[in-house]
Every structure is written in C-alpha cells, then in structure tokens.
C-alpha cells in the first residue's frame, strides 16, 4: 500500500473528525500534491482544495462539510488505482464520507 494512504488511514482510525486541524492540513496539501495533474482525479484534486483553503481559515464545519463529496470522488478513484491502493482507498472513502 502507498506510503501516504497508510498513514492517511492510520491518522483517520479515530474518526476524521479527530485528526488535528494541522496534521490534516499536512495530510491534504500531501494528498493534493501526489493528485494533482492524474487523470480523472480532478474532482477529487478539487475537492482536496476546498478542504485545504477551509482548514487553513479554521472553517473546521465547512470542513467537516467537504468530506461526504471527497469521499465519494475518493470511492470513484478507487477502481482506477493500482490493486495494492484499491482496498486502502475505499476504506478511506468510507470514513470519510462518515
């Protein structure tokens, strides 16, 4: 499993509402950097965006309110990902999507 996802899901064991506000703006500028440019991951790249300019201005409920929409993209992005993600990346869809 990719680096990044296992600790993306490691930090979100908790419930992603739990994740520190900073530790989940490190973990959404990483995620946005590996995405960014993928085909067929712009709306998730979109979404990882929005999340990013919310945590950074401390808008944590419309954060919190991003994550059901990313969760879905994530799920939607899933089936293209390499065997090894597939399962990581519909766990963190679940969870984020509540």
């Known amino acids: 499993?990719?680096?990044l996802?296992?600790?993306?899901?490691?930090a979100a064991q908790g419930g992603v509402a739990n994740?520190?506000?900073?530790?989940?703006?490190?973990n959404v500028t990483s995620w946005h950097s590996t995405l960014?440019?993928?085909?067929g991951a712009e709306s998730v790249t979109s979404n990882?965006?929005?999340?990013?300019?919310?945590?950074?201005?401390?808008?944590?409920q419309?954060?919190?309110g991003i994550l059901p929409s990313l969760g879905s993209d994530t799920?939607?992005?899933?089936s293209a990902a390499p065997d090894a993600d597939?399962?990581?990346?519909?766990?963190?869809?679940?969870?984020?999507?509540?």
Do not use: F, H, R, Y
């Open 1 to 3: 499993m990719n680096d």
């Open 5 to 10: 996802l296992s600790k993306t899901l490691q």
């Open 19 to 26: 994740i520190p506000a900073d530790a989940a703006l490190s």
């Open 36 to 39: 960014n440019g993928v085909p």
């Open 48 to 60: 990882l965006a929005k999340l990013k300019t919310a945590l950074e201005g401390g808008d944590l």
């Open 62 to 64: 419309g954060a919190a």
């Open 75 to 78: 799920e939607k992005l899933a």
């Open 86 to 98: 597939k399962d990581g990346l519909k766990q963190l869809a679940a969870a984020l999507k509540g």
